[in-house]
Nanobody, 124 residues
């Protein structure tokens, strides 16, 4: 069983940065992604780190502001978020899966493991 725990959320002002962490216990994982869900909206794909630990993919709304990475032990995945805007306000969740194919990384239903999420609020 894999448990994912997110941390690093908080309240920041527009233009600030935050780094979210997703730590796995139980085993190392292959493909990991971040999703977010704002009030009244569907869960949105944010970023994915492919199982080779090198290839990264991002949602269209990120526009080069976020970076996904992992530590060498492969147990923690980070989401560095820069130049935050109010539209980034959401609950951010990490997800992991071992059976994904590249064309399906944006499909939240195909991820096997999920964390409980961390709140990010961007407000002046």
């Amino acid at each position: 069983q894999v448990e994912l725990v997110e941390s690093g959320g908080g309240v920041v002002q527009p233009g600030d940065s935050l780094r979210l962490s997703c730590t796995a216990s139980g085993r190392t994982f292959s493909t990991v992604a971040w999703f977010r869900q704002a009030p009244g909206k569907e869960r949105e794909f944010v970023a994915c780190l492919w199982r080779n630990g090198v290839n990264t993919y991002y949602g269209d709304s990120i526009r080069g502001r976020f970076t996904i990475s992992r530590d060498n032990a492969k147990t923690t995945v980070y989401l560095q978020m820069n130049n935050l805007v109010p539209e980034d306000t959401a609950v951010y969740s990490c997800a992991a899966g071992n059976r994904l194919i590249l064309s399906s990384i944006r499909n939240r239903d195909l991820y096997e493991y999920w964390g409980q999420g961390t709140q990010v609020t961007v407000s002046s």
